[in-house]
């Protein structure tokens, strides 16, 4: 998702680009995936407070992280919580008080609240001094912040997943999906919107997740290149549940019989003992090989189910990510248990592991990877580091692009070269946590 967000300038490969409208390329399995992910963690924090009793304690729990992830989603779409270019500051002075808030979420997701504190006083001091100074420091207009995101959509897609994983069985939770998939089918297909002659989920404006988003969010709190729809908005969040049920679904089979492994199984696990170093008289490896066989052979063949019916569903309700058709569900979901269903075998059985080396290091921080690196860009594009004669300015993401990478690369070429970059600077950054064993987490 960091890969495809920081193209160093336009065009990009097809692979780098999420579809048009409908369609489907490999950008927009990321989103997907990502909530398939969070899914099959679900049974793995949440399995054993189940079988030791839902509690207070649980839902609190739930809500809780639910809550935090929705409103870091608005805290970075507001921070610095001033407009940059409209505030007549020097550049350097404004970065300095952002960079400061920053730090200030970074230390508070830390839990370290008292260098928080002082983070925060600083930028307090900082817009006191742009002030005193005489600039003209402009307020974020919060009458166009933007409500639904990536974050509050995994937020709200975690919350509901959670209540339904400890209040069903998997049989309900297939029941569930099924269910909801027919249903927004249904809903986006024969459900006319006031004001077209004709619903269409081929138009964007004159389908109904964009019409409910207009009315209930309205235009000024949806997303700004949308503009007539929000590709996270309240309809559409429906089937993004069932994804995440999937991930649900596929941690559940992952847990058969405890955490992944029981009795024998258990016993060579925690004794360090390797699938692939595994002696072949030994009976624990015997069955723990078998039991991952087992499993690895499930995640296959529901992927290829999974695949197979989107991609027949598609034919009368086409892929798309914006409007996170059913199709799109069924066909992300297989290719998300083909991919994890590789991983595993490649890891857990084969036990091929060196080459995730850096995969493990951003996902330990996956949190802190995507939020910072946001705001990170988001400076990169706001800061001046020159002017052109005629007084426009030029940021320093351009300044870069147009100086190191365009003069090596062409354009396309370029702007993967750049986005490349980009991964490896966050990469170090992330290393950086890894190494000390910081993890930013809610």
């Not at 084969?350 to 850096?358: H, T």
């Not at 995969?359 to 002017?387: E, H, K, P, Q, T």
């Not at 993967?416 to 990469?427: D, E, K, T």
């Amino acid at each position: 998702m960091v890969l495809v967000n920081n193209p160093g300038t336009s065009p990009v490969y097809w692979p780098l680009d999420h579809a048009e409208w409908n369609g489907l390329t490999p950008t927009d399995w990321i989103f997907p995936f990502f909530l398939f992910i969070v899914g099959v963690s679900i049974p793995i924090a949440l399995g054993k407070r189940i079988q030791e009793g839902v509690t207070g304690k649980t839902y609190t729990k739930i809500i809780s992280r639910a809550l935090s992830i929705y409103l870091l989603g608005l805290a970075v779409s507001v921070i610095p919580f001033f407009q940059f270019q409209s505030t007549d500051a020097p550049d350097p002075l404004k970065l300095v008080v952002w960079l400061c808030f920053a730090a200030a979420l970074l230390f508070l997701l830390l839990r370290n609240f008292k260098v928080a504190g002082i983070l925060a006083g600083v930028v307090v001091v900082g817009i006191v001094v742009m002030n005193l100074a005489g600039y003209n420091v402009v307020p974020y207009d919060f009458s166009t912040m933007r409500i639904l995101g990536v974050l509050q959509r995994i937020a709200i897609c975690y919350l509901i997943s959670s209540l339904i994983f400890i209040h069903t069985n998997w049989k309900q939770q297939i029941y569930i999906s099924a269910a909801l998939l027919l249903g927004y089918w249904f809903l986006i297909t024969m459900i006319a919107v006031p004001g077209c002659e004709v619903t269409s989920m081929n138009d964007k404006a004159c389908n109904l997740a964009a019409y409910i988003d207009r009315m209930i969010i309205g235009e000024n709190h949806i997303w700004r290149f949308g503009k007539v729809y929000d590709p996270e908005g309240i309809l559409s969040t429906i089937p993004a549940v069932v994804t995440t049920i999937s991930g649900v679904l596929t941690g559940t089979w992952l847990m058969v019989g405890g955490y992944f492994e029981t009795g024998a199984h258990a016993r060579a696990s925690r004794s360090g003992v390797d699938v692939g170093g595994v002696d072949a008289a030994s009976a624990d490896g015997v069955v723990l090989l078998a039991n991952r066989l087992n499993k690895a052979a499930g995640l296959f063949f529901f992927g290829i189910v999974l695949f197979a019916l989107g991609w027949i569903w598609n034919s009368f309700f086409p892929f798309n990510k914006a409007l996170w058709t059913s199709s799109y569900v069924l066909v992300t979901s297989g290719l998300a248990l083909l991919t994890f269903g590789f991983c595993y075998w490649l890891i857990d059985i084969k036990g091929y592991k060196r080459w995730a080396w850096p995969f493990v290091v951003f996902g330990a921080n996956a949190l802190a990877l995507f939020v910072f690196s946001g705001i990170f860009a988001r400076m990169m594009s706001a800061f001046r580091v020159s002017y052109t004669s005629e007084g426009k300015g030029i940021s320093a993401q351009k300044w870069i692009v147009d100086n190191v990478f365009l003069a090596l690369f062409q354009p396309i070429n370029a702007s993967l070269a750049y986005a490349i970059s980009f991964i490896l600077l966050w990469l170090f950054f992330m290393w950086l946590l890894y190494r000390k064993q910081i993890y930013v987490k809610v």
